[in-house]
């Protein structure tokens, strides 16, 4: 297809925020996905917020049922899906009540006037039509019969009116890839990958898809069409992909595995938003990786740790409420010191909570959610991509110190995406992993045995012997062990001992000093994050700083041991403020470790933080004296 009609305007703009909306069986998300990777192709920065349903399928037409996918793409570097979408599609009257408060007056709404109708108005509450009782005059409305063109663009081919009816996504996705030249031949030959065992279907979809394309192109109701040019002073020379924070998670654990030379095993139980990285992972057999979906998430994790103990890289996938079950595990392996990752993708709570929205009230859990004096390093990637390097980081840790890591990401960076160059192997870290081979202690009689206990002297880390190694027999397990041998001990002395040796080794986990972003060095105010906050928190700076207010920011990637010189970094300004999806977790450990008056920032809404939104409240609370 080609660009826009001759004669028709075609304005440039900087950037763009657009958000698909309707019943979660319009697929929106599928339609986001699309031109996502439309755009991603066409080399804008980008940055997504899919939002799913709760329920698992709400009746339809309901504002429980509304899926939405929001999607900011922009001709510079991007940090945040952004606040409000510049082009809202309403697919129903449902979709269009559950988002048109986040729409900014003046901004372009397309509805599905098909669905228009006085039961689906009814529904959610409409006694008179928003498209007829004033209340869109302040907006650029169109109204586009979706259906009613579907079905006739699709009337050569042999499929009812219902069944062409539900290409309509593919007819509005035409309709914007049109509004904003988008290239087509991706998403046409992702139809006929898709359907390919279905061509009548495939054939159809792509009928909708170009009749959208074209009602742009020839319609006067659309008589500009819009161009964002490609970013390419944002990113750095390099091949790159559009990519999701579980994708990229997954492709980072099986880099992992390649990067020590272990086989990778993945034990979990399928839970919400943490269930595609057993999916992904479970297409990667060519790459060593094995996969247990387990019947619940204490089998999954007891599953992963004996694998560990087996000699693999053993990892865990779950959201909160999986954590709270294998508590018990992780502490075990916590005491057998043996490498194992939780993946905590982190969501709502408590309890079952809001299993698709977004959350940070996982890290006091992560950090104290065991019985006895269990430490675990915590890792927490700031960004999609991050995702990839952060899983990296967090099996350096956990192989390099024989620990349990856990690694908190959550559903905003879990199902959002953004470009991800793709790294060359020699740039990968080096984890490869010496298994112990021969006896390692002489006793008082001349024998030469083996001690599971034995520390290194600088990583405290004991050793690692794979079962069915000669002469490398040991006893480990859940009760108390002697320093060094192993043996069960109830000795005070030992126990102690043992608790402070778990203790250091932890504290001492290598991890790089945190930097402080403060230009000119002028800054009375520390903007302080974790996670997920990055891009909001960021971007936030960003527009205070335009304003001409000196504002440092820094942000922690590892939240357990803390950077070494965290403590002087907090003391060097007046006022450190934290901004954290949760009732100030972060906070409450940043007052108890350096008696710092660190001031909370929180939202728990399900969303993440809008930039405009902590842009406001930083800078009155720079300003509060």
């Not at 430490?375 to 995702?387: G, L, Y």
């Not at 403060?518 to 960003?542: E, F, I, M, N, Q």
Request: proline share 7%; charged share 20%; net charge negative.
């Amino acid at each position: 297809m080609e660009g826009p009609a001759p004669g028709k305007e075609v304005r440039r703009l900087d950037r763009v925020i657009i958000r698909f909306a309707g019943d979660s069986g319009d697929g929106m998300q599928l339609t986001g996905d699309r031109f996502t990777s439309e755009t991603a192709s066409f080399g804008n920065d980008l940055s997504t917020l899919p939002n799913f349903p709760a329920e698992i399928r709400a009746p339809a037409g309901t504002l429980p049922g509304v899926s939405s996918f929001q999607l900011h793409f922009a001709d510079h570097d991007i940090l945040t899906p952004g606040d409000a979408p510049n082009v809202l599609v309403a697919m129903n009257p449902a979709a269009l009540k559950a988002n048109i408060g986040d729409v900014p007056r003046g901004a372009e709404i397309i509805v599905n006037t098909d669905e228009f109708t006085k039961r689906a108005m009814a529904k959610v509450g409409y006694d008179v039509s928003p498209l007829q009782d004033g209340s869109l005059d302040g907006y650029r409305v169109h109204e586009v019969p979706l259906t009613t063109l579907t079905v006739e663009a699709l009337k050569e081919f042999d499929v009812g009116r219902k069944d062409a009816g539900r290409s309509k996504n593919m007819f509005a996705l035409g309709l914007l890839s049109w509004m904003y030249n988008r290239p087509t031949e991706q998403t046409e030959h992702f139809l006929r990958t898709k359907f390919a065992k279905k061509p009548q279907v495939a054939q159809a979809n792509i009928a909708a898809y170009r009749a959208g394309w074209n009602f742009g192109e020839t319609t006067e109701d659309f008589a500009v069409s819009y161009e964002v040019a490609p970013a390419s002073s944002a990113f750095p020379p390099g091949t790159y992909r559009n990519i999701s924070g579980n994708l990229a998670l997954a492709y980072g654990l099986i880099a992992a595995s390649h990067q020590s030379g272990l086989p990778l095993f993945l034990g979990s139980y399928p839970i919400t938003p943490a269930s595609d990285v057993l999916h992904e992972l479970s297409r990667h057999k060519n790459f060593g990786v094995r996969t247990f979906q387990a019947e619940d998430e204490i089998a999954g994790i007891g599953a992963a740790l004996g694998a560990a103990f087996g000699g693999a890289l053993g990892v865990t996938t779950t959201s909160g409420p999986g954590v709270a079950l294998k508590s018990e595990t992780i502490g075990l392996a916590v005491s057998l010191e043996l490498p194992l990752l939780i993946v905590d993708i982190q969501r709502g709570g408590p309890s079952t909570g809001l299993p698709t929205k977004t959350e940070q009230a996982d890290l006091l859990q992560a950090m104290y959610g065991r019985n006895g004096e269990a430490p675990v390093p915590i890792v927490a990637p700031r960004t999609p991509a991050d995702c990839f390097t952060a899983a990296l980081e967090a099996a350096r840790i956990a192989l390099t110190y024989r620990t349990p890591v856990f690694l908190l990401s959550d559903g905003y960076l879990a199902n959002g995406s953004e470009p991800w160059r793709i790294p060359e192997t020699d740039e990968l870290p080096d984890l490869s992993v010496q298994f112990a081979q021969v006896p390692n202690h002489r006793l008082d009689d001349g024998t030469e045995t083996f001690w599971p206990y034995k520390r290194d002297p600088h990583s405290l880390a004991r050793p690692w012997a794979v079962p069915g190694t000669p002469g490398l027999e040991h006893r480990i397990g859940g009760i108390e062990k002697q320093d060094g041998s192993g043996n069960i001990s109830y000795d005070p002395a030992n126990h102690d001992l043992m608790v402070r040796t778990r203790q250091a080794k932890v504290d001492g986990v290598d991890v790089p000093d945190i930097e402080a972003d403060d230009p000119g060095g002028r800054a009375k105010t520390l903007v302080l994050g974790w996670g997920s906050t990055y891009g909001p928190v960021t971007a936030a700076v960003r527009r205070l700083r335009r304003d001409g207010q000196h504002i440092a920011q820094a942000h922690l990637r590892h939240l357990n041991p803390f950077p070494s010189n965290l403590g002087a970094v907090l003391r060097r300004y007046e006022r450190v403020i934290v901004p954290e999806m949760n009732l100030g977790q972060l906070a409450t450990l940043i007052r108890a470790e350096y008696l710092v008056d660190a001031h909370s920032y929180t939202q728990v809404n399900g969303m993440p933080f809008k930039a405009e939104q902590l842009a406001t409240a930083l800078k009155e609370a720079s300003l509060d004296d």
